[in-house]
């Protein structure tokens, strides 16, 4: 039977064939006829199944799901109907995230280590004990700074997370514990793309309006496989491509599942993407089809002006760097300007490099150029909304911590974390007490050999911490381990500003944790109370929460329009807030009860200013409006804007914060190191895959299955000229050292590329991830899937890059440069095994002394901005301000 026909009729026929068709309650026909989503009933009993909402956290996207629940146990998870942006779809991540609460390999106790640092012996403790022996540790340090009248000991309680979902929670901890040595992990997510706009329209992203676009130019980013917002903005941007037949053009070193979708797809030289955008812009402005009012009216530079700064520009010059043709630049760069509405989107392919700030802002500024702004079906602001955090709210310590901020790195306003170990080894920062929480440095990081080194050592770092509930190649190395949950089984407050509708929605445990575990939360609250027992220090009032639910309260029940819809009470129940609408069945798009579409609203930058906010207010020539000596609107044609919130209200093309520091203020091109590199020589890439998130799914058995080798992608001219054939053993080195993998062969490479995907190669993980999957379980597991110890069908795990990639930042906004790494590729030597790594610290802590040559401070940095019309000697000194933030 064509499956296309299988309709509810057919389906009816199919059952009342089948003996089981009589278990199907009446309900739950009327139910598969008249629900989208939102219902779910039993296979064996046909009673409904309680439905739980939650929010998502298999990747960092934050979509609203419902999970169902059957004798005490989530069986199926799917999208809430209700969340405007997720519209009642999940992923496949999203569809296996209840495996991550059935994780065999699940650590189910805090565990104390008994052998040497990763050696894998552990003591059973209790969670009473675990808090109090980390309220102990923290407490010798508190005990010290006040003894030495050293507050700048307090920084040595660190704390480092990669994902950080809890509305604020780590940051009331550490400052109320008087420490801001706090890391995030920005600097390898995305952090050059987020300086490349903030100071220019105030956030740090946008917003595209895919479904109402008619052209859409994707620099750099997988949108239908793992773009940030991966669900809500691949739905999107398929109603958009389908439904409204937008044209999409996508730029990529390689030919992933979205370039291969798109309509035109080009692989220009890694990190020449800025060279592409800034040609296309000298086209729009030359040929006359830029949006000169909108220039002169939002922008903070004249046409002339902008005209100037592309001449050298040329799409001959952009060919010349990038290869894309000059013709074929000219053309996109017509197209885009003409089509309307058009939008941009870009992630990681051009920000991840040296310099690639300036890359994000070109490619915005195409936006800007052509009136693209916060228009329908243009290139929108991000909406989302906040909580308040419970009063009282702790103050940020006393000292800056330096790691937390490398003060090389002023614009960097998301930090560097990389450096830290670094930083450490040269001695600029001290360590007593190393918390991580959802971070796997030792596995996420370039280098990430030099983390595995320093956090080994237990001079560096006397004590480490690990929250993780997964045995991570991080969390392996650590002193002590007090697991957190799932994230179906703990609370946090959550709004991501994954679609044109702005909403909050919540994390609840939607089963009763497994096995006694607890919430890190309520470990967070236990371990302040330990602490600080009486109060006497002035830090028990911070967490004077009855419980974890108790805190959510606090957040959450006092916002205007939700107080009234019943606060917390309420969220527990719908998961989201507010509802804008129905999913309409037809067209998929957030519809009111006429079946007319909920408008989401666009110009939200021309609120306008009230007549109070404009007394005393004075226009300036430049049409910013001033009170106070600060611009707080833009003046156009008799009205007062409040406009954007970047450097002034209007959008800053030409940044001063950059050229403060001697960066150029308009974006430009530059020649990075690996665009020199010898004839012989590949640039290494590495990306996401639709299935995978980072470290913490290979555990997880339905993508394992699906994906778990990696192999290297290769031109055939690129394979060929080194006689290697598909499959074959190959070496890949860079100057850290080499690892062994597969080759794979493919027309979708750059030929002066080779790429290799994240996720896989695991050397901890749980069994499953390493393939050890025979092994006996240890006594602080889960335990008990023999579906993974027997079925298991595949042999190979992947071989995994981050040892031998190098360190390189950006100097502006301080991003890892994870797609400069120039690779040598040769058939594997004999006595190579395949999954051999090898990677040499001393090599690492040169790239630390090259990449900070980079920065405004370095011996490099004058050299690559010439053109930069400063006084060089006026720079400001490097001052310490981190932690704060
Ligand atoms: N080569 C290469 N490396 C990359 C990238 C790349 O493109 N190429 N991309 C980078 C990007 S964009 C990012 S954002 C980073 C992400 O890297 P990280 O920030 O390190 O994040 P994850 O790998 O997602 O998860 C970290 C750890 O969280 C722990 N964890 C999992 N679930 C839970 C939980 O429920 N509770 C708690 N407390 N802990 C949990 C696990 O120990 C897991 O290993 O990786 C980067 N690494
Ligand atoms: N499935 C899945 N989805 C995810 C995640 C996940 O782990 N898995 N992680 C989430 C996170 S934390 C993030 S930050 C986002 C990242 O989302 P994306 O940025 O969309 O994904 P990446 O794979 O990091 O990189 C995008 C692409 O850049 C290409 N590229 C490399 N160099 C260049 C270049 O010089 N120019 C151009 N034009 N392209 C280049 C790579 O081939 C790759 O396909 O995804 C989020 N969504
Ligand atoms: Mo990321």
Redesign the pocket.
């Known amino acids: 039977m064509d499956s296309a026909k299988l309709n509810r009729r057919n389906f009816l026929k199919l059952g009342s064939a089948a003996a089981g068709a009589s278990t199907l309650s009446s309900s739950r026909l009327v139910a598969m006829e008249q629900e989208q989503g939102g219902k779910d009933y039993s296979a064996v009993s046909g009673a409904e199944r309680e439905a739980v909402p939650y929010t998502c956290m298999t ?3 934050e979509d609203g799901g419902v999970a169902y629940v059957e004798n005490g146990r989530v069986v199926k998870l799917e999208g809430n109907m209700d969340h405007p942006n997720t519209r009642g779809k999940l992923c496949a ?1 999203g569809n296996s995230g209840f495996l991550h609460i059935y994780d065999p390999d699940r650590i189910m106790t805090p565990l104390l280590r008994t052998g040497k640092r990763g050696e894998g012996k552990w003591k059973r403790i209790s969670y009473d004990e675990a808090t109090t022996l980390l309220a102990e540790k923290l407490r010798v340090v508190i005990d010290r700074a006040k003894a030495e009248h050293k507050p700048e000991v307090l920084n040595e309680m660190v704390f480092k997370w990669g994902r950080d979902r809890t509305g604020g929670a780590v940051k009331r901890f550490m400052h109320a514990l008087g420490s801001n040595a706090m890391l995030n992990h920005t600097n390898i ?2 952090s050059s793309k987020k300086v490349g706009l903030e100071p220019t329209w105030g956030p740090d992203i946008e917003s595209c309006d895919w479904a109402n676009t008619k052209y859409i130019l994707n ?5 239908l ?4 917002f ?1 669900n809500p903005n691949a739905q999107r941007c398929v109603d958009g491509v389908v439904g409204n037949k937008a044209k999409i053009v996508t ?4 030919m ?1 599942n979205s370039a291969g979708w798109s309509d035109e797809w080009f692989a ?1 030289f ?4 800025v060279a592409i955008a800034l040609a296309m812009a000298h086209v729009i402005m030359n040929e006359g089809l830029a949006d000169e009012q909108f220039i002169a009216d939002w922008t903070n530079v004249e046409v002339q002006q902008l005209k100037d700064h592309l001449k050298p520009y040329t799409p001959e010059f952009a060919e010349q760097e990038s290869g894309m043709k000059a013709s074929d630049i000219r053309r996109i760069a017509r197209e885009f300007a003409t089509t309307k509405p058009a939008t941009t989107f870009s ?4 920000c ?2 040296v310099y690639g700030a300036y890359q994000e802002a070109a490619i915005n500024m195409l936006n800007v150029i052509t009136g693209n702004i916060e228009v329908k079906g243009g290139y929108c602001l991000p909406r989302g909304m906040g909580w308040p955090q419970p009063e009282p709210v702790p103050p940020a310590g006393a000292t800056a911590s330096e790691i937390a901020a490398p003060p090389e790195y002023p614009l960097a306003s998301h930090a560097v974390s990389t450096h830290a170990p670094y930083m450490i080894r040269k001695g600029r920062a001290k360590v007593a007490v190393w918390m991580h929480y959802y971070d796997n440095p030792v596995y996420t990081y370039p280098s990430s050999h030099v983390w595995e080194d320093l956090l080994k050592d237990e001079q560096a770092v006397p004590f480490l911490v690990s929250f993780s509930p997964y045995m991570s190649e991080t969390t392996e190395l650590s002193d002590l381990i007090i697991p957190d949950v799932t994230y179906l089984e703990r609370h946090d407050p959550e709004s991501m500003p994954s679609g044109l509708y702005p909403c909050l929605s919540i994390r609840q445990p939607v089963i009763k944790p497994l096995g006694g575990t607890q919430e890190f939360r309520q470990t967070l609250i236990d371990v302040i109370r330990k602490v600080d027992p009486d109060g006497s220090l002035g830090i028990k009032q911070y967490f004077a929460f009855k419980d974890s639910e108790a805190w959510m309260r606090a957040h959450l029940d006092n916002i205007p329009g939700l107080k009234e819809a019943g606060g917390w009470d309420y969220m527990k129940k719908k998961g989201v807030w507010p509802i804008y609408g129905k999913v309409d069945p037809v067209t998929a798009k957030i519809v009111d009860k006429n079946g007319n579409e909920v408008d989401p609203g666009y110009g939200l930058y021309k609120g306008e200013l009230s007549a109070a906010e404009m007394a005393s207010a004075v226009v300036g020539d430049d049409n910013l409006i001033r009170k106070d000596g600060h611009a707080i609107g833009v003046h156009v044609r008799g009205k007062n804007y409040k406009g954007f919130g970047g450097e002034t209200p209007k959008i800053n093309l030409y940044k001063e914060s950059y050229k403060k520091y001697g960066f150029n203020p308009l974006p430009v091109y530059k020649r990075l190191h690996a665009r020199d590199k010898k004839a012989n020589e590949l640039v290494l ?1 590495t ?8 470290s913490r799914t290979a555990s997880v058995k339905y993508l394992a299955e699906l994906y778990h080798k990696n192999p290297a992608w290769m031109n055939p001219k690129t394979a060929g000229a080194r006689g290697i054939k598909d499959g074959d053993l190959i070496r890949v080195s860079s100057s850290l050292g080499y690892i062994v993998t597969r080759a794979h062969v493919t027309e979708g490479i750059h030929p002066d590329v080779v ?1 290799i995907s994240t ?1 896989c190669g695991h050397s901890a993980y749980g069994r499953l991830a390493q393939l050890k999957q025979q092994e006996a379980d240890a006594d602080w597991m889960l335990g008990g899937d023999p579906d993974i110890s027997n079925n298991v069908w595949w042999n190979d795990k992947g071989v995994h890059p981050n040892p031998i990639i190098k360190l390189a930042v950006d100097p502006i906004g301080g991003s890892q440069g994870w ?1 400069d790494t120039v690779v040598t590729v040769e058939k594997a030597q004999p006595g190579d095994k395949y999954g051999d790594v090898k990677a040499s610290v001393e090599e690492s802590m040169k790239d630390y002394e090259e990449t900070l040559r980079y920065a405004y401070v370095g011996d490099l940095h004058r050299a690559n901005h010439k053109e930069v019309d400063i006084d060089w000697d006026s720079l400001p000194k490097p001052t310490v301000h981190g932690g704060g933030h």
């Open positions: 990747c960092n996207i991540k997510c995305e620099f750099g980013s997988n949108i496989e793992t773009a940030y991966m730029f990529d070193v390689r992933s220009p890694p990190g020449t993407d992630y990681r392919g051009p991840k490099h890439t990306y996401k895959v639709n299935v995978h998130t980072q790429a996720a797609y």
